[in-house]
């Protein structure tokens, strides 16, 4: 049984930036594409990023617009998601999961999932 704990949400101002970790236990990493999804109020929840395996390949959602950057280091069975020129629309609860086999956007395909950290930005 794969655990994820996300750390590193928070309130920011515009313009800042955060960086929010995922740490894994109980699996073996390198073989889970590891993903960022995000919850607004009232919003359904979305895609964000992801990660292959190896760290080879990244996999972004169109809104970002090159502001987040997703990256993990296996040694530390730790995915991170650096956030940069936040904006009040990046206000949400941050998940991370992880999934085994082909990528996916879907929440549903992933395998295991974090409890979320709230992100919060003032405009």
């Known amino acids: 049984q794969v655990q994820l704990v996300e750390s590193g949400g928070g309130s920011a101002p515009t313009a800042d930036s955060l960086r929010l970790s995922c740490a894994a236990s109980?699996?073996?990493?390198?073989?889970?594409?590891m993903s960022w999804f995000r919850q607004a109020p009232g919003k359904t929840r979305e895609f964000v990023a992801a990660?292959?395996?190896?760290?080879?390949?990244?996999y972004y959602a169109d809104f970002m617009k090159g502001r987040f950057t997703i990256s993990r280091d296996t040694a530390k069975n730790t995915v991170y998601l650096q956030m940069n020129n936040l904006e009040p629309e990046d206000t949400a609860v941050y998940y991370c999961?992880?999934?085994?086999?082909?990528?996916?956007?879907?929440?549903?395909?992933?395998?295991?999932w974090g409890q979320g950290t709230q992100v919060t930005v003032s405009s």
């Open positions: 999961a992880a999934r085994v086999g082909r990528y996916s956007r879907n929440w549903d395909d992933q395998n295991y």
């Open positions: 109980g699996g073996t990493f390198s073989s889970y594409i």
């Open positions: 990660i292959s395996g190896g760290g080879s390949t990244r």
